[in-house]
Each structure stands twice: as structure tokens, then as C-alpha cells.
């Protein structure tokens, strides 16, 4: 099998020849840039700078020779842009906190601030108010928040419909060219359009924009599904209309290159429970999942794609109501999470691409054996009769050590029956 | 219902006109305000805690009765101060050292508020010397450190171990909590409890008081 019938096969519920691996192929399936340039260094690759593919989080590119080195099984096609609102173009050096040399796009413009903590601007303009903030000695960024009074009288679903607008013609140009080229490596093509995420947290204080309106604040959003739900059903109501004139366009042009669309990680679950209850879920957004999911199943061949953090077993029913094909990170450590129980439960009705391992102790913090023990459980419950890509419980961490990514790349060879290195493509 | 019966009601269900009306009024008929706090505030926020536990209420229904809560509790901190009542117990809180994640760690903060404790919130990506200092100068009787990044627990540690070269972890309970926080976590760093979430950390802060 090809990679790409490898993970046609295994999202159809089928089993195929060996359980297929994502490692890069969205922002929420990564490697931090610090455990990529790690791993290169293992796998004796060419000595170079790491791109940044997100700055957000600080994801590295996974390269063509490092996918080979680990035998990745999919290809990602990308935003138009990064969190930060600028294009992924012109690279330049950067140093970063912790001493490594990356390519960063010529808009990745930062400060350091009189408390050594990096500052970034939206779209790059330094006239801008910064919208994201790195801890000195730390690695990734967090939202600024940039939430201007609110009127009561005056809210304006408009005002946080700012950054859902018709697809820009110069990234249709980009994806007719990056949608075959990704189909031509051979693997199975991921792609996020973006636009299709309702009330994603990490999306809602708006990173990307220089001067935010609406309702910003974290908390206030929150409040917000609760206090004001007819303006955040204008808000979806609209937003998915744009989403479906935009996915139109956009499969006119990229077709059957793309196999699965990542649509929405409005993280519905938490550690130990959930941020709303199933009615919640069914009322505020299923509705709107439902009509995105729907017309991809009419007019495309696409898989849908959602991920969500944390707790969300009693959320599944709803989701595979709802029409996604695909449940990702599987947080297999949030309460009723259990591996075995999900696969019994829903293994036949959606694919779980994630929980392989991990990433809050394990992976980071576990030895190698541990890791290998955990990888060959999970991949032993969650792949017979297909219905699982092998990934990580969200994106790999800054400071995991090489040895335990390794380890888990192993395990999952050894699970397959595959020692020998480098032959998967 | 009486009037002032009302402010558990207004709390409980997150309506923060409500809730500063009703105070207000209670507070100008000459209403002891910690008659308030006790019979009306702290009941509501267990309450409100009680709901979140076995998922009634959720993150935006623990978010508003909190916010509630504070809109009355505004009003009523400063007469408290006035006649030198003594909270349940001086709380220091902050997210640790390189985590700007702070929604957990404000609902912690709130519930504890609610609870009828004095709360000394450091805020998010606090240096372990600033709890340090905040402990000294402060003489709070726990501190409660937050984390939701994976790379971040350590900086508990760190904050630990500060207190201890400082020679002040034995004059406080440390209590942790965060997403990638767990009890065997707690324990290997030393701490003295852990919360699995907002609604636990006040039966628990006030546990530890007693000991």
C-alpha cells in the first residue's frame, strides 16, 4: 500500500497493511521546532535551520528527509496565514530564546520587552499593539489579550466577523499548486483552510488582526455562549455561509488532491469534564457543524476532521451526528477517555487520529520503555479493523527528549512489523 | 424570601446587577456584612462549586456567578477590613513562572474569594521570588500555584524549592493544580494538596487550614 491507500483504507475502517503515522500535518498534530531540529540531529539529516511553520506554538516544518527518516504517512497543506495574521514567505534568521537558529517569514517581527518576554505583532506592523507574548526562558506564545469596552447597546455580531471573509484569490493561486504537489508525494493530503472553526478559544482574541472588535476577552466569550447566544449564532450563522462560498471555490480548485479537512479545535473538553453540556453542544454548534460537514460529504470526497482536547466521550455521539469522520488529539488521559472504551464504543462509527501516546507525562517525561510500552498498547486497541492514524495527544512539547520521540516512532515500527528504516513512501 | 435571601439566588445564577443591588441595599438597611458573606455568598458559591462538580453548571456558569460574587463582595470587602474581621484564611495565588494561562487559576482564585477567604492574586507567569515575597510580606497561610502548560509544571517545583531556601515553606500549605497537574505530580514536588478543579480547591483550601 501506498501512504496515501495506507490512510484511505484506515479512515474508511478498513485495516490496512500497518497503522499510519501523522507527525506535522496540521497545527494541533506537530513537533515543536526545538524536537525537530532533535530529531534531524538523530536521524544525521542535513545540518540546516528549522523553518517555523507555526508561530503560535513554535511547530517546526517536518521536512521531505525527516518525514522519510520516520516514515510519515500524510502531507499538510496550510492557512493562508499563520496565527499572527502573516504569510509563511521570506525567511530570515531568528535566534530564540533558548538559543537555536530558525528560519522565521520576513512578517515574524518581534520586541523584547523590559521583562526579557518577546513580543509579536499582528500581521508584522510594529505600529500595531502586539498581540502575542513569550515568556523569558520559555516556548511557545500566548494571545495578548485586546478587548475594548463593551457596550451592551452597541455589540455588532459584525465586529467579530472581521476576520471571515471571502477566500482571497492569491491563496486560491497557492493551493492549486500546493494541493497536487502535496497529493504527488504519494501520502494522504490533510488541509486546513481555516474559517470553519466556531468559537475556537484560541482563535477568538484574534492573534492575527491589528486592532480586534467585538467580544475578545476569553472569559467574556465564554460568558458569552451562555449570556448572549443570539449574537453568537449570528456570528456561526454568518461565519459558516462565508465558510461554504469559500469551501466551494476552494474545491473547485484543489479537487480530490486533498483526502481530509481539519475543520474546527474549539476544545470542548476539559481535564476532568467539559466547558458545556451536550445540549449546549447540540444547540450552538452542531448546527453549524452540520451544515459544513454536510456539504463537504455532498461535493466532495473529503474526511472531516475534528479535534478537541480533553474529556469529550460524552460529545462523540454528537460529533458523528454532526457528520465528522475524524476525532483528534483523543485525550486518552481526561476523564472516560479510556482507549479501549472509546473503541469499543465509537471505533466503528469515527476515526481516532491521536492518542498514541501521552504528551502531558509520558512522551515528556516518561523513559523510553514507557513510551514503548504505551505506543504498543494504544496501537493494539485502536487499529484493528482500521479507524486509526497514529499521532501524538496533541502537538509534541518543547523539552521532550529525542530518545522518547524515537522511542515512540520504534514502537509504532515495531507494532507494524517493520524494522528496517525508510521504506514506507 | 427575604431580600437578602435573594442575593444566593442572584449569585447562583450569575446575575451581577442583581447581586450589587441587592448588597447594596442589605449593606444601607444595616445588614452585617459578614451576616452577608456567610449566609448568603459562601452558601452560593458552594453551591455554584456543587453544580460545576457534577456538571450542571459548566465554565461560562461558574465564570458568572464568580463575577456575581465579586460585583457583591467589592462592596462588602472594605467594611470587613474596616472592623479588622479575620477571612477563613490568607490565600497567595498565581500562575507559576512562563504560563500566561489564567482563566483556571482566576476561577480557583474566585471560589476561594467566594469561600470567604482573603485572596492575594499574584496573576499569570509570576517569578517564583515574587511568591516568595508575597509569602513574607504577606503571611498568607497557602499558597495555590496554577499551570496549564506541560513545560511549566516544573516551574512549581522552582517555586517550591524558592520557599524553602527562603526558609518559608514550613509557615505555608502549598496547593497545585493546572490541566497537566496530578496528585502523584503534587507529591513528587512536594506540595501539600492538589485540586482537580476549581470546585475542589475550596473544601481543600479549607482542609488544610484546620490541620
Redesign the interface.
Known sequence: MTSKERVLATLNHREPDRVPIDLGGTSVTGIHISCVAALRDYYGLEKRPVKLHEPYQMLGWVDEDLKQAMGIDVEGVFPYTTMFGFKNVNWKMWRTGWGQEILVPEDFRTITDENGDTLIFPEGDTTAPPSGKMPKGFYFFDTIIRQEPIDEDRLNPEDNLEEFTPVAEDYLEQLSQAAPAAAATGRAVIASFGGTAFGDIALVPAPFLKYPKGIRDITEWYISTSTRRDYIHKVFARQCEIALQNLEKIHRVVGDCVDVVFICGTDFGTQTSSFCSVATLRELYMPYYKQVNDWIHKHTNWKTFKHSCGAVEKFIDTFIESGFDILNPVQCSAAGMDAAHLKAKYGDRIVFWGGGVDTQKTLPFGTPEEVRAQVLERCEIFSANGGFVFNTVHNVQAGTPVENIVAMIEAVREFNGMKSRGTHV | MSELSKLYEAILT?DSKAAVAITKEALAAGTDPLEIVNTQMVPAMDEAGRR?EC?EY????L??AA?AMKGALELIRPLLAERGTEPAGRVVIGTV?????D?GK?LVSSMLEGGGFEVIDLGA?VAPERFVEAVRERNPDLVCLSAL????MPSMKTTIDALKDAGLRDRVRVLVGG??V?EQWAREIGADGYG??AAAAVPLARKLIMK
Open positions: 450569575g460545576f456538571e459548566f465554565v461560562p456558569e465564570l458568572l463575577r513562572k512562563g504560563d500566561l494561562h482563566i482566576n507567569d502548560l506541560t513545560v511549566t490541566a497537566p496530578t482537580p478543579n
